[in-house]
């Protein structure tokens, strides 16, 4: 057999595609937990999304899940403030790059939708990925976030479409609550046939290697040139989320580890529980059918009151999820 070149040999050794498939069947999941809240949860128009834009908006999900993992893993992530800033990235790049929210209506889209049903999205679906992945039975504290978060996507559905800066039309709980368990029971697939089951998973291995950095870094980029060609993407604007970004990186960098591990490392053995993601989804969806018919019109108090909530997340997650960091660095300063 002829022998490859030193060089090639190298870097083959390197890309051991059958060390890091289960590290990418995890990645698959929770993309497709990012793409479930970010497009459906958070209710960006899936409607009006080409059958083929979906395959193509998984991918870009899995890009962006798998980036910030590594943020996650790298900086030991664990903390409220920490998850708060990874969360941060996440939102202002799928409200950038993906979806365009961020660009719409400004300072608004970018504070209500990017930095906060994106940001929201990002955190919420973090936070579903670990509990059903570490295999615990449902828990009050879980059901109550599914009914709360059902309750706030019954009254955003039924008030932002039918609002003229969305100018969507009127969408149906019947038509929704048929969205949302299709993509639910997708995703639920996902849990129970992707994911590594009764495996033991570390830490470290949740971080891109350079090959998996070109891998998924390539679609997310070709999304932006496209859409900056396209104009739905304007230089100016992308400024601002580029600039807040890269502040929340800087600023996870500034967090002490104190040898604590980040959130992933309660993943450390795997097995997914499906009842308690079928539980949370069936409290998510009961909760969104009371909330609807609480909305009106377009003036619903209800409705206002939730874009005030949202524009209040939007504006103060980061101020204060750095600032705790930044003063316990200084409380670590003092010792």
Same mark, same amino acid.
């Given at each position: 057999?002829?022998?490859?070149?030193?060089?090639?040999?190298?870097?083959?050794?390197?890309?051991?595609?059958?060390?890091?498939? #289960?590290?990418?069947?995890?990645?698959?999941?929770?993309?497709?937990?990012?793409?479930? @809240?970010?497009?459906?949860?958070?209710?960006?128009?899936?409607?009006?999304? +080409?059958?083929?834009?979906? %395959?193509?908006?998984?991918?870009?999900?899995?890009?962006?899940?798998?980036?910030?993992?590594?943020?996650?893993?790298?900086?030991?992530?664990?903390?409220?403030?920490?998850?708060?800033?990874?969360?941060? =990235?996440?939102?202002?790049?799928?409200?950038?790059?993906?979806?365009?929210? +961020?660009?719409?209506?400004?300072?608004?889209?970018?504070?209500?939708?990017?930095? !906060?049903?994106?940001?929201?999205?990002? @955190?919420? /679906?973090?936070?579903?990925?670990?509990?059903?992945?570490?295999?615990? #039975?449902?828990?009050?504290?879980?059901?109550?976030?599914?009914? &709360?978060?059902?309750?706030?996507?019954?009254?955003?559905?039924?008030?932002? %479409?039918?609002?003229?800066?969305?100018?969507?039309?009127?969408?149906?709980?019947?038509? +929704?609550?048929?969205?949302?368990?299709?993509?639910?029971?997708?995703?639920?697939?996902?849990?129970?046939?992707?994911? *590594?089951?009764?495996?033991?998973?570390?830490?470290?291995?949740?971080?891109?290697?350079?090959?998996?950095?070109?891998?998924?870094?390539?679609?997310?980029?070709?999304?932006?040139?496209?859409?900056?060609?396209?104009?739905?993407?304007?230089?100016?604007?992308?400024?601002? *989320? /580029? /600039?807040? !970004? /890269?502040?929340?990186?800087?600023?996870?960098?500034?967090?002490?580890?104190?040898?604590?591990?980040?959130?992933?490392?309660?993943?450390? @053995? &795997?097995? #997914?529980?499906?009842?308690?993601?079928? +539980?949370?989804? =069936?409290?998510?969806?009961?909760?969104?059918?009371?909330?609807? %018919?609480?909305?009106?019109?377009?003036?619903? %108090?209800?409705?206002?009151?939730?874009?005030?909530?949202?524009?209040?997340?939007?504006?103060?997650?980061?101020?204060?999820?750095?600032?705790?960091? @930044?003063?316990?660095?200084?409380?670590?300063?003092?010792?």
């Amino acid at each position: 057999m002829t022998q490859l070149p030193p060089v090639i040999e190298s870097v083959r050794r390197q890309i051991n595609l059958k060390d890091r498939l #289960p590290v990418w069947r995890l990645r698959l999941v929770f993309g497709g937990t990012l793409m479930l @809240f970010s497009e459906l949860v958070m209710w960006q128009n899936p409607p009006g999304r +080409a059958l083929y834009e979906w %395959p193509a908006l998984l991918v870009l999900y899995v890009a962006l899940g798998a980036i910030i993992l590594d943020l996650i893993a790298r900086f030991g992530a664990h903390t409220p403030a920490a998850l708060g800033l990874a969360s941060g =990235v996440y939102g202002l790049v799928a409200g950038s790059v993906i979806n365009h929210a +961020a660009f719409e209506n400004l300072p608004y889209g970018l504070l209500v939708r990017a930095m !906060g049903l994106q940001v929201g999205a990002g @955190f919420l /679906a973090l936070m579903l990925f670990v509990v059903v992945l570490r295999g615990r #039975p449902p828990e009050p504290l879980h059901l109550g976030a599914a009914a &709360l978060v059902g309750a706030a996507w019954g009254i955003w559905l039924h008030w932002w %479409p039918i609002q003229p800066s969305a100018g969507w039309g009127p969408v149906t709980m019947e038509y +929704a609550q048929l969205v949302m368990v299709l993509g639910l029971a997708l995703v639920g697939v996902l849990y129970a046939v992707v994911a *590594p089951r009764f495996g033991t998973l570390r830490e470290s291995q949740m971080g891109l290697y350079w090959w998996e950095m070109v891998l998924v870094g390539v679609p997310l980029f070709v999304t932006l040139l496209v859409g900056m060609v396209q104009r739905v993407i304007p230089f100016g604007p992308l400024l601002f *989320p /580029a /600039a807040i !970004g /890269a502040f929340c990186i800087w600023a996870l960098r500034q967090q002490s580890r104190e040898d604590e591990p980040s959130v992933l490392g309660n993943l450390t @053995f &795997l097995a #997914p529980n499906l009842i308690t993601y079928v +539980a949370m989804a =069936v409290v998510f969806l009961l909760a969104g059918a009371l909330a609807y %018919p609480l909305v009106g019109d377009m003036d619903s %108090p209800v409705g206002v009151a939730l874009y005030v909530v949202l524009l209040g997340f939007g504006a103060a997650w980061l101020p204060f999820a750095s600032g705790l960091i @930044f003063w316990a660095g200084l409380r670590r300063g003092k010792r």
